[in-house]
């Protein structure tokens, strides 16, 4: 069975320090891989994916994401952070051709001025 | 384009009524999923439609719970009878073939 896990329940930047957020992932195969983001009271925003290819991903507002297979990992960077960046981030793992999402627990990252 | 729409988007009432989520999915997406988020269980899938179909229910807690998708542009989620520990954020979201799913804002329902 897929699983993902985000050991970091929260995370505090200072604004405009870089930043990156851990996602481990379980799954026999190549998965698809996904970050979004919530902010309060909203849905969930596509931050970026992997299908396959390129192992760095680029995705909106600054954010990538390098997948690296050796280590089951999927890990969100930002190189400049702003205190709009202020949210929920999950990391989720698609079975392929399954169609069905998994996610982590999301971190919730607390941007100080 | 619109993205997918949910109402209402608040819901509280009282234990043993029933609740109807509703959903309208983004034009030409062809599945369409319904997800609780609670505290302590996080995100998790009950149910997805494909072209109108249900494909997988396992994530559907109980009995109480029913979700339907009469055409492609709406769908409800029913919970009869709702009960305090339905309280919860729900989600619908909707997809095209092969591609990344967008989410709705969610209805907040309470239960008391």
């Known amino acids: 069975a897929q699983s993902v896990t985000q050991p970091d329940i929260h995370i505090t930047v200072s604004e405009g320090a870089s930043l990156e957020l851990r996602c481990n992932y379980s799954?026999?195969?190549?998965?698809?891989l996904f970050w979004y983001v919530q902010s309060p009271g909203q849905g969930l925003q596509l931050l970026l994916k992997?299908?396959?290819?390129?192992?760095l991903v680029q995705g909106i507002k600054g954010f990538e994401a390098e997948f690296k297979r050796s280590q089951s990992s999927f890990n969100l960077r930002k190189p400049s952070v702003h205190w709009s960046d202020a949210a929920e981030y999950f990391c989720?793992?698609?079975?392929?051709?399954?169609?069905?999402?998994?996610f982590g627990t999301g971190t919730r990252l607390l941007v100080s001025p | 384009d619109a993205g997918v729409i949910q109402s209402p988007r608040h819901e509280v009432t009282e234990m043993g009524q029933e609740v109807t989520l509703r959903c309208k999915p983004i034009?030409?997406?062809?599945?369409l999923f319904w997800y609780r988020q609670t505290m302590m269980r996080g995100l998790e899938l009950l149910i997805y439609?494909?072209?109108?179909?249900?494909?997988?229910d396992s994530g559907m807690p109980e009995d109480r719970f029913s979700a339907k998708m009469p055409n492609a542009s709406f769908s409800t989620l029913k919970i009869q009878p709702s009960e305090p520990r339905d309280s919860a954020v729900y989600f619908c979201?909707?997809?095209?073939?092969?591609?990344?799913?967008?989410f709705g804002d969610g209805t907040r329902l309470s239960i008391l």
């Open positions: 979201a909707s997809s095209p073939p092969n591609q990344p799913q967008h």
């Open positions: 799954y026999g195969a190549t998965p698809y």
């Open positions: 992997y299908f396959s290819g390129d192992t």
């Open positions: 989720a793992v698609e079975g392929t051709g399954f169609q069905k999402l998994v």
């Open positions: 034009s030409g997406h062809n599945s």
């Open positions: 439609f494909n072209n109108n179909v249900p494909i997988d």
